[in-house]
């Protein structure tokens, strides 16, 4: 008699969390880049993982790597609530030199790889590898179907690009069957897709596979001497070549509102995370978190609701097209097209315009703020103004090209030793 179980009920997903982001900069001094904050209350790494919940995944492992304690202690908080009794469960994997006393993980496939042994006590059908870095709504469900109807090798999420912003991924050259045809890093000339010459097909970093196909392949790789044991540079192009590799679109999987445009971002730079965080303050934002029929699951600490305090005409505590979290305390403070997570306090005369507050920051009375990204933690002394002068904040903050200024506390500290 046929299966006729969901194919997510006998698949897991495999999440890759162990780089860290250089491109942040200091913002993943401390932690990994998938253990960044976003949107309020919420981890990068959560949309990965709620993707998986909500499409009816429910066994999961993540590798980490770089600095893992702060996306550990996350996943032990805010994703604890599986039952190893119903055979659901989300294992963390650290590199934890298993395989040899001198190796940690040496590329994304690797980390799957030293892993075998693990993924084959889930007793599963199907593996889905994810990038956790990613900000996006997906059901993995339609892909995996895809992948068994097309009775591919591995299918290959994708997102449907112009094709002048494809030269910075891994491009998919495809068939009219979607089949993948060839596989290019970086091309300066992108392929089109076969439906507009004005798109291409850029990789997702997620890929299907059947896992006894993809445990065979990884015992394979692990024993060329000449591969880096990446899915992306090594295991996909193979299977272009020798197998079959077929795409998925994915817009054919988006979750998101009627009318609304498929969201995925890679917030990878302070530019891109300070607007796609900015972002959610828009009327109507194109990345909705208030869906309650998709909901992306997270750490919920225990807070009070935000308190906005004094009324007089230079000292209101007001926040105007904002979103602001459990916990803070808006004190004769005007916050203006900015967000800010839990347990921020600001204190009186001060101003925050077009910023983005991590956790636990304390801004002191007349500070301007503009255009700020602000480390979790950080002390803004009273009076500091940034964001007004980008040759006087280069001297002791990070400000990029496009006028985006990075606060940590070692730059504050910095900054008031100099006073």
Same mark, same amino acid.
């Given at each position: 008699m046929a299966d006729t179980t969901r194919l997510s009920q006998r698949s897991m997903a495999f999440v890759l969390a162990g780089g860290r982001g250089s491109r942040l900069k200091e913002l993943t001094d401390r932690r990994v880049k998938p253990a960044v904050y976003f949107g309020g209350k919420t981890r990068i790494i959560d949309f990965a993982l709620s993707n998986a919940v909500n499409s009816g995944i429910r066994r999961m492992a993540v590798a980490t790597q770089y600095k893992a304690h702060s996306l550990i202690r996350h996943c032990q908080r805010g994703w604890n609530f599986f039952r190893a009794e119903r055979n659901e469960f989300l294992d963390i994997l650290p590199a934890s030199q298993r395989v040899s006393e001198d190796m940690w993980y040496r590329g994304t496939a690797d980390a799957v790889t030293q892993n075998i042994d693990i993924v084959d006590s889930y007793g599963i059908e199907y593996i889905v590898i994810l990038a956790g870095d990613h900000i996006y709504k997906m059901d993995y469900e339609k892909m995996l179907v895809q992948h068994v109807e097309s009775g591919a090798d591995v299918t290959v999420g994708c997102l449907t690009v112009p094709r002048e912003e494809a030269t910075a991924f891994g491009v998919m050259a495809v068939d009219e069957t979607s089949r993948i045809t060839s596989f290019l890093e970086k091309p300066a000339d992108p392929p089109a897709t076969p439906e507009d010459p004005s798109k291409a097909l850029a990789?997702?970093?997620?890929?299907?596979?059947?896992?006894?196909?993809?445990?065979?392949?990884?015992?394979?790789?692990?024993?060329?001497?000449?591969?880096?044991? #990446?899915?992306?540079?090594?295991?996909?192009?193979?299977?272009?070549?020798?197998?079959?590799?077929?795409?998925?679109?994915?817009? #054919?999987?988006?979750?998101?509102?009627?009318?609304?445009?498929?969201?995925?971002?890679?917030?990878? $730079?302070?530019?891109?995370?300070?607007?796609?965080?900015? #972002?959610? $303050?828009?009327? !109507?934002?194109?990345?909705?978190?208030?869906?309650?029929?998709?909901?992306?699951? $997270?750490?919920?600490? !225990?807070?009070?609701?935000?308190?906005?305090?004094?009324?007089?005409? #230079?000292?209101?505590?007001?926040?105007? %097209?904002?979103?602001? %979290?459990?916990?803070c305390v808006i004190s004769g403070t005007e916050v203006r097209n900015s967000l800010l997570f839990t347990q921020v306090h600001t204190n009186s005369y001060a101003v925050l315009d077009q910023s983005v507050v991590l956790p636990n920051v304390t801004v002191n009375r007349s500070a301007r703020l503009r255009k700020c990204v602000i480390d979790r933690g950080v002390v803004i002394p009273a009076g500091l103004i940034v964001g007004e002068d980008p040759q006087e904040d280069a001297k002791f903050f990070r400000v990029t090209d496009k006028g985006t200024t990075l606060v940590t506390q070692p730059m504050v500290d910095a900054w008031s030793a100099a006073q």
């Open positions: 990789s997702m970093g997620i890929y299907v596979f059947s896992w006894k196909y993809l445990r065979e392949l990884l015992l394979a790789d692990a024993d060329d001497p000449n591969s880096a044991h #990446d899915f992306g540079n090594d295991l996909i192009p193979d299977i272009v070549k020798n197998g079959k590799a077929v795409a998925h679109r994915f817009d #054919d999987s988006c979750v998101k509102a009627d009318g609304a445009p498929s969201y995925w971002r890679d917030v990878g $730079t302070i530019d891109a995370f300070w607007q796609a965080n900015i #972002d959610l $303050t828009d009327f !109507t934002p194109e990345l909705d978190l208030w869906d309650r029929q998709w909901p992306i699951w $997270t750490y919920s600490e !225990t807070a009070p609701p935000a308190k906005f305090i004094h009324d007089e005409s #230079d000292r209101r505590g007001i926040a105007i %097209s904002s979103m602001v %979290s459990g916990g």
